[in-house]
């Protein structure tokens, strides 16, 4: 996947962009390697993509981190970390993967599923 959209629309739209989608692939049409997010309320698009969430984001997006490794880059507890971790993993803007850690045990390895996410707030 190459890039990740995540806006804001009423159903109508979303159903809109469902089909003509349909279409396209009724047609043999090619898919760029892309993923809508849509949120109905900008404000809990805005409350799901806080600023600190936005940054543990950012983080990722350039190379995958651990929690330790993001708990010591973003300053912020493990246990706030974690947590933003398996909301963002829950709506599909990241993954984790658990490897060995020699000598430590297991640790939890932080990715984005895109190298690019667009956000659209639409208001009105």
């Known amino acids: 996947m190459t890039k990740v959209v995540i806006r804001t629309g009423d159903v109508a739209g979303f159903f809109s962009r469902a089909?003509?989608?349909?279409?396209?692939?009724?047609?043999?049409?090619?898919?760029?390697?892309?993923?809508?997010?849509?949120?109905?309320?900008?404000?809990?698009?805005?409350?799901?993509?806080?600023?600190?969430r936005r940054r543990l984001m950012m983080e990722v997006m350039h190379e995958p981190k651990t929690i330790n490794e993001l708990s010591h880059r973003l300053h912020r507890n493990r246990s706030a970390i974690t947590k933003d971790v398996g909301l963002l993993?829950?709506?599909?803007?990241?993954?984790?993967?658990?490897?060995?850690?020699?000598?430590?045990?297991?640790?939890?390895?932080?990715?984005s599923?895109?190298?690019?996410?667009?956000?659209?707030?639409?208001?009105g």
């Open 19 to 52: 089909k003509d989608a349909a279409r396209k692939a009724d047609k043999g049409g090619t898919f760029e390697g892309r993923v809508t997010l849509s949120f109905e309320d900008p404000q809990r698009m805005f409350t799901v993509l806080s600023e600190a």
């Open 89 to 111: 993993e829950k709506v599909g803007l990241i993954v984790s993967q658990r490897q060995a850690n020699p000598g430590h045990g297991i640790q939890k390895v932080i990715r």
């Open 113 to 123: 599923v895109a190298p690019q996410i667009e956000l659209v707030a639409t208001l």
